[in-house]
């Protein structure tokens, strides 16, 4: 375990994002992890797994710690159902492209979501209408003041869209260091009614999918519509898609009867974030090196310097034109660092 100074964060955050660290240390097991915590009580941490959900508008004088835990594990297993334990330093999309050569299904529409599986309950991530909690069972998180591990079921974690219990009243009290799931053996549960999945498994003449046809769809799909990180700086949807009210919704229906809308509850409908962005003109829009994506608008990108300032003023911009034309307000899915 080395301690560095005066650390470029450039390569660990998926904007590209130059910024420094006062102090980083990267973290391979749970010795290393105890270690930097009892030396470091006293100071301000930062923690960072995959770097894909947040975007950097200055240097930290925090001491950054990049979770790099590895591992995966099977706990338990029957006939049809198998549970499995990962490290929080693992690659999302790389554990989910496993559990498919495994034939674990639970996962597949949850394919090339960036960042590393610690930080996936987090946010709770979710794509195409399914969500990390679906299959959640536990996870395991380090307490940074008692040293302890401790285990957070799926009631403990208070998972809502987008949120859970560690980005409000547990935010910087624990560090995650591993994750279960429940996944299919046999029988999977396909899931293909949401966005374009359907009509991309029309279009290769697939009519009973499978899991891995599923993976396959949501790749060709995000990759038609999402830059890759590693040529455009970017942390893909930087915006929830808003939820709101049904007479709002019926408002905004007669004047742009082309709304999309999925279906929340009986007095909720979620309004697609990229729509909207779209419909305002601003779809392309770029401001020096901060911009929104040509092929996606709910995707902000860096596309070379551009500072996190820029790109944080950029959205400030969207979120005022959109309040300004659908009375919505957008908010932010990404982390404002």
């Known amino acids: 375990m080395q301690l560095l100074q005066n650390f470029s964060l450039k390569n660990y955050n998926s904007f590209g994002i130059d910024v420094k660290a006062g102090k ?144 409000h009243r547990l935010k910087g009290q624990f560090i995650i260091t591993s994750v279960r799931f429940k996944l299919t053996k046999k029988g999977h549960k396909i899931h293909m009614d949401y966005g374009s999945i359907k009509s991309e498994l029309e279009n290769e003449g697939i009519k009973e999918p499978s899991i891995q046809d599923i993976s396959n769809a949501v790749i060709k799909i995000r990759n038609s519509k999402l830059p890759d990180p590693k040529e455009i700086g970017n942390s893909g949807s930087f915006f929830k898609n808003p939820i709101i009210s049904k007479n709002h919704f019926h408002k905004l229906e007669e004047k742009f009867p082309e709304i999309p809308s999925y279906t929340v509850s009986e007095n909720e409908i979620k309004v697609p974030a990229g729509w909207l962005i779209d419909k305002a003109g601003l779809k392309g829009f770029r401001n020096g090196d901060a911009g929104v994506h040509k092929n996606q608008a709910l995707v902000l990108v860096n596309y070379g310097e551009a500072t996190g300032s820029e790109i944080l003023s950029l959205a400030r911009m969207i979120q005022e034109k959109i309040k300004s034309q659908f009375n919505i307000e957008l908010e932010a899915e990404v982390n404002i660092i």
């Not at 495994?102 to 599986?117: A, D, H, K, R, T």
């Not at 930080?119 to 003041?145: H, W």
Request: charged share 20%; aromatic share 10%.
């Open 24 to 167: 980083f240390v990267s973290i391979q097991d749970l010795d290393d992890l105890r270690n930097i915590l009892r030396k470091s009580y006293a100071s301000e941490l930062f923690i960072l797994g995959g770097g894909s959900n947040m975007l950097l508008t200055g240097d930290l004088s925090k001491t950054v710690l990049h979770i790099a835990l590895k591992g995966k594990k099977i706990i338990s297993e029957t006939d049809s159902e198998v549970i499995i334990e990962v490290a929080a330093g693992e690659n999302w999309h790389q554990f989910v492209l496993w559990t498919l050569k495994q034939n674990f299904g639970g996962l597949e529409n949850l394919s090339l979501i960036p960042g590393n599986v610690g930080t996936a309950p987090i946010q709770n991530i979710g794509a195409y209408g399914v969500e990390l909690k679906d299959n959640f069972v536990s996870c395991r998180a380090m307490n940074i003041q008692t040293l302890e591990e401790e285990t957070f079921n799926l009631q403990d974690c208070e998972f809502e869209y987008r949120n859970s219990v560690f980005k």
